[in-house]
C-alpha cells in the first residue's frame, strides 16, 4: 500500500509528487497517458509560483524568468505591469506546460516516487483506513489531479458548481500566411489570437459547442477563423486541435474524507490571463507538506481541513475575475464603451497594482489564525555565525522554518524542534518570524510573544 496515490500526472501531478517525495512520502502517480504530452496549452508562469518553485530550487529548470516590468492584459487590454507588484522576483516565467511536467517527473522520480503510465483510473472506494482504486492500487490517500472531468471528483461524490459554457472556443498549431498580424484582436464577431509559432486560437461568442467531444477539423477551425477575423485566412498542416469552453466550475470541497482534489479536478475556468495552471500548482504546493505531515503523524488536528479553507477562496476569486474578463470582453459593440473607460482606468497605479496582483497570485495571503501573518515571505538574506544564506535556501527541504534575527534565545526554546531554527541578523523589521513549508508566514514577532505557542500548535508536531 502507497502512503498516497495521486491520480493524474500533469504539472500539478507531478509536481504534487514531488512535493510529497521530497518530504519522504511514498507516493505512486497514476496517470492514464502511455507517454506524456508533447503539446502545451499553457506557457505562462506567474510571480507567485515563479517564488514558489525557487523555494524549492526549480525556478530555472523548469523555464525562462523575466524580471524587472512586463506589460501584460486584462481581457485582452495590454496596459498591466507585472513588474510593479514582484518586488523583487520574476514578473514572469515562460514555461511551456509539457515542459514544466517533465521538470516535475523528474524530480519527483529522483526523489522516490513511482509513475505508473497507461493506468486509466474510473472509480475508487473509500474505506475506514485506505482508498482502492478501479486499477487496483491502494493508498492511505488519494488525490484527484485529473482534470476537469476528474473520475476521482465524481467517484468521492463531490459537486462541481458553477455556470456553464456560452462561448465556443477552438485552437491549434497551423501553418498560417506570411503578414498575419499576431496578437489580440476583438471583431464585432468574437476573437482572433494569433501566437507565435502558428498557433491560432478563436473564442466564438455565438454559444458553446453541441458536442465537446466531436474532434476539431481544419476546416472548422478555419471557417470560424475567417467569420470573426472578417477575410480569408489560409490554413494547412494542422497539429494538436482542440475544442473547449468559458463554463466556470469548482468543487464544493476540496476534501471528502482520506480523497482530495487539486488544480483543474478542482477548479476550472477559461484562460484569460492564464491563471488556471498557476492556480493548480499553487494548490500542490499548500497541499504537498500538509498531506506529508498526515502521512507521517505529524500534522495537529485539522491540518488537512486548512487546504480546502485556504485554496477555495482563492481559485473562487480567480474564478471570479476571470467570468468579468470575458464579460468584458463581449465582441458586441455595446461593450466598447465600458472597454474604453476600464482601458483608462487600468493607467491609475492603484488599479494596475490591484490587477496585476491579482492576475500574478502574489496578493495571495492566507488566513492563518495571527493578525500581521499569512503574507509570503520574501527572500531574506540572514547573516549567520557560519555565513549568509537565503530563505529560498532555507526553504529548498519544506521544512518549519523559524528565523531568530534578534538574539530571542526565550522564543527559541519555544520552538523547540517543531521547527528548523536559524539565529542571525536580516534586513527585515522583525525581531523573529515563523515560516510553513510552502513559504507563508505563519507567526511575526509583532503578534506578540504569547501567540507564538498558538501558532505552533496549529501547524506543526
Not at 49 to 57: E, F, H, P, V
Not at 121 to 147: F, K, P
Not at 376 to 391: E, I
Given at each position: 500500500?502507497f502512503?498516497?496515490?495521486?491520480?493524474?500526472?500533469?504539472?500539478?501531478g507531478?509536481?504534487?509528487?514531488?512535493?510529497?517525495?521530497?518530504?519522504?512520502?511514498?507516493?505512486?502517480?497514476?496517470?492514464?497517458?502511455?507517454?506524456?504530452l508533447t503539446?502545451?496549452?499553457?506557457g505562462?508562469?506567474?510571480?507567485?509560483?515563479?517564488?514558489?518553485?525557487?523555494r524549492?530550487?526549480l525556478?530555472?529548470?523548469?523555464?525562462?524568468p523575466t524580471?524587472?516590468?512586463?506589460?501584460?492584459?486584462?481581457s485582452?487590454?495590454?496596459?498591466?505591469?507585472?513588474?510593479?507588484?514582484?518586488?523583487?522576483g520574476?514578473?514572469?516565467?515562460?514555461?511551456?506546460?509539457?515542459?514544466?511536467?517533465?521538470?516535475?517527473?523528474?524530480?519527483?522520480?529522483?526523489?522516490?516516487a513511482?509513475?505508473?503510465?497507461g493506468?486509466e483510473?474510473?472509480?475508487?472506494?473509500?474505506?475506514?483506513?485506505?482508498?482502492?482504486?478501479?486499477?487496483?492500487?491502494t493508498?492511505?490517500?488519494?488525490?484527484?489531479?485529473?482534470?476537469?472531468?476528474?473520475?476521482?471528483?465524481?467517484?468521492?461524490?463531490i459537486?462541481?458548481d458553477?455556470?456553464?459554457?456560452?462561448?465556443?472556443?477552438?485552437m491549434?498549431?497551423?501553418?498560417?500566411?506570411?503578414?498575419?498580424?499576431g496578437?489580440?484582436?476583438?471583431?464585432?464577431?468574437?476573437?482572433?489570437?494569433?501566437?507565435?509559432?502558428?498557433?491560432i486560437?478563436?473564442?466564438?461568442?455565438?454559444?458553446?459547442?453541441?458536442?465537446?467531444?466531436?474532434?476539431?477539423?481544419?476546416?472548422?477551425?478555419q471557417e470560424?477563423?475567417?467569420?470573426?477575423?472578417?477575410?480569408p485566412?489560409?490554413?494547412?498542416?494542422?497539429?494538436?486541435?482542440?475544442?473547449?469552453g468559458?463554463?466556470?466550475?469548482?468543487?464544493?470541497?476540496?476534501?471528502?474524507?482520506?480523497?482530495?482534489?487539486?488544480?483543474?479536478?478542482?477548479?476550472?475556468?477559461?484562460p484569460?490571463?492564464?491563471q488556471?495552471l498557476?492556480?493548480?500548482?499553487?494548490?500542490?504546493?499548500n497541499?504537498?507538506?500538509?498531506?506529508?505531515?498526515q502521512?507521517?503523524?505529524?500534522?495537529?488536528?485539522?491540518?488537512?481541513d486548512?487546504?480546502?479553507?485556504?485554496?477555495?477562496?482563492?481559485?473562487?476569486?480567480?474564478?471570479?475575475?476571470?467570468?468579468?474578463?470575458?464579460?468584458?470582453?463581449?465582441?458586441?459593440?455595446?461593450?466598447d464603451p465600458?472597454?474604453?473607460?476600464?482601458?483608462e482606468?487600468?493607467?491609475?497605479?492603484e488599479?494596475n497594482?490591484y490587477?496585476s496582483?491579482?492576475?500574478?497570485?502574489?496578493?495571495?495571503?492566507?488566513?492563518?489564525?495571527?493578525?500581521?501573518?499569512?503574507?509570503?515571505?520574501p527572500?531574506l538574506?540572514?547573516?549567520?555565525?557560519?555565513?549568509?544564506?537565503?530563505l529560498?535556501?532555507?526553504?529548498?527541504?519544506?521544512?518549519?522554518?523559524?528565523?531568530?534575527l534578534?538574539?530571542?534565545?526565550?522564543?527559541?526554546?519555544?520552538?523547540?524542534?517543531?521547527?528548523?531554527?536559524?539565529?542571525?541578523?536580516?534586513?527585515?523589521?522583525?525581531?523573529?518570524l515563523?515560516v510553513?513549508p510552502?513559504?507563508?508566514?505563519?507567526?511575526?514577532?509583532e503578534?506578540?510573544?504569547?501567540?507564538?505557542r498558538?501558532?505552533?500548535?496549529?501547524?506543526?508536531?
Amino acid at each position: 500500500m502507497f502512503d498516497v496515490a495521486v491520480v493524474g500526472g500533469g504539472p500539478v501531478g507531478m509536481l504534487l509528487a514531488a512535493e510529497l517525495a521530497l518530504q519522504e512520502v511514498d507516493v505512486v502517480v497514476v496517470e492514464r497517458r502511455a507517454v506524456p504530452l508533447t503539446e502545451s496549452k499553457a506557457g505562462t508562469l506567474h510571480a507567485r509560483t515563479a517564488q514558489s518553485l525557487d523555494r524549492r530550487g526549480l525556478l530555472t529548470a523548469v523555464g525562462h524568468p523575466t524580471w524587472g516590468s512586463v506589460r501584460f492584459h486584462f481581457s485582452g487590454m495590454f496596459g498591466l505591469d507585472l513588474g510593479a507588484v514582484t518586488h523583487g522576483g520574476p514578473s514572469i516565467v515562460g514555461s511551456p506546460q509539457a515542459w514544466a511536467e517533465h521538470v516535475f517527473a523528474e524530480r519527483a522520480q529522483a526523489l522516490g516516487a513511482t509513475i505508473m503510465r497507461g493506468q486509466e483510473v474510473t472509480g475508487l472506494d473509500q474505506r475506514d483506513d485506505h482508498v482502492l482504486l478501479s486499477n487496483g492500487v491502494t493508498a492511505r490517500y488519494v488525490v484527484g489531479a485529473d482534470g476537469a472531468r476528474s473520475a476521482v471528483r465524481k467517484a468521492a461524490g463531490i459537486p462541481f458548481d458553477g455556470t456553464g459554457a456560452r462561448v465556443a472556443a477552438l485552437m491549434g498549431e497551423v501553418r498560417l500566411p506570411p503578414g498575419l498580424p499576431g496578437g489580440y484582436h476583438r471583431t464585432p464577431r468574437g476573437w482572433l489570437i494569433v501566437w507565435p509559432g502558428g498557433r491560432i486560437t478563436t473564442y466564438d461568442f455565438r454559444g458553446p459547442h453541441a458536442d465537446r467531444e466531436a474532434p476539431v477539423t481544419l476546416e472548422e477551425l478555419q471557417e470560424v477563423a475567417e467569420y470573426i477575423a472578417g477575410f480569408p485566412i489560409p490554413m494547412s498542416d494542422p497539429r494538436s486541435l482542440t475544442r473547449y469552453g468559458d463554463a466556470a466550475l469548482q468543487a464544493r470541497a476540496y476534501r471528502s474524507g482520506r480523497v482530495l482534489l487539486a488544480g483543474d479536478a478542482a477548479h476550472v475556468h477559461f484562460p484569460w490571463g492564464g491563471q488556471g495552471l498557476n492556480t493548480g500548482l499553487e494548490d500542490a504546493v499548500n497541499l504537498g507538506w500538509k498531506l506529508a505531515a498526515q502521512v507521517k503523524g505529524r500534522a495537529p488536528d485539522g491540518l488537512l481541513d486548512t487546504y480546502h479553507a485556504e485554496r477555495h477562496p482563492v481559485a473562487a476569486r480567480v474564478l471570479w475575475n476571470v467570468r468579468a474578463q470575458n464579460a468584458l470582453a463581449d465582441p458586441d459593440p455595446r461593450m466598447d464603451p465600458l472597454r474604453e473607460l476600464f482601458a483608462e482606468l487600468m493607467r491609475f497605479d492603484e488599479v494596475n497594482t490591484y490587477l496585476s496582483g491579482m492576475i500574478s497570485g502574489v496578493d495571495t495571503v492566507y488566513d492563518v489564525g495571527v493578525p500581521g501573518a499569512g503574507w509570503m515571505a520574501p527572500d531574506l538574506t540572514v547573516t549567520t555565525d557560519r555565513g549568509q544564506v537565503t530563505l529560498v535556501e532555507l526553504l529548498r527541504a519544506a521544512r518549519p522554518l523559524f528565523l531568530d534575527l534578534d538574539g530571542r534565545s526565550d522564543l527559541v526554546r519555544a520552538v523547540g524542534t517543531r521547527a528548523r531554527v536559524v539565529s542571525g541578523k536580516a534586513d527585515s523589521p522583525f525581531q523573529a518570524l515563523l515560516v510553513r513549508p510552502d513559504g507563508y508566514v505563519a507567526w511575526t514577532s509583532e503578534a506578540g510573544d504569547e501567540t507564538l505557542r498558538g501558532a505552533l500548535d496549529r501547524w506543526f508536531l
